[in-house]
């Protein structure tokens, strides 16, 4: 679960077109500056390592619950209603709520939810697919 989350959001996030698209027309104070003496590439490394560790974190308690749910029981077709269920309640609530506090952009915002569909459903496959 977790190799399968890192490499989605490393080849969503990290694709040309979201590099032109989306970060490109961001606004810079969007950004985390580097602290006091710290380089912009240290920085950015600093947030890549704690973002993997969030990952890892959220994908861990997604296992978790998965397994609780007994996700494991379901049909691949099922695990995919299951996937816009957790996705409407969850995901697109908080999405838009960031959306409407913070200075993030639509094209960000969309970025955001269709990498969050596309996680869900991986993690609720592979559970379908383990049995």
């Known amino acids: 679960m977790i190799i399968a989350w890192s490499l989605t959001d490393w080849i969503i996030y990290g694709s040309q077109w979201v ?5 490109a027309t961001m606004e ?20 890549m390592i704690a973002s993997t560790l969030i990952t ?7 296992t978790i619950f998965g397994e609780w749910m007994g996700l494991g029981a379901l049909s691949s077709k099922s695990a995919l209603l299951v996937t816009l269920l ?5 995901v697109v ?13 639509t094209r960000y915002a969309v970025l ?3 990498s969050w569909m ?5 993690a609720t496959l592979i559970f ?4």
Do not use: C, N
């Open 93 to 105: 609530p908080f999405v838009m709520l960031d959306r409407l506090y913070f200075r993030m952009g």
């Open 56 to 62: 890892a974190y959220s994908a861990f308690l997604f």
């Open 28 to 47: 810079s104070a969007m950004w985390t500056p580097p602290k006091e003496g710290e380089t912009v590439s240290h920085a950015q490394r600093r947030t």
């Open 118 to 122: 596309f996680k869900i459903a991986i």
């Open 86 to 90: 957790i996705w409407g309640a969850f």
């Open 19 to 23: 590099q032109r698209a989306v970060y």
């Open 128 to 131: 379908s697919l383990r049995t």
């Open 112 to 114: 955001q939810l269709v």
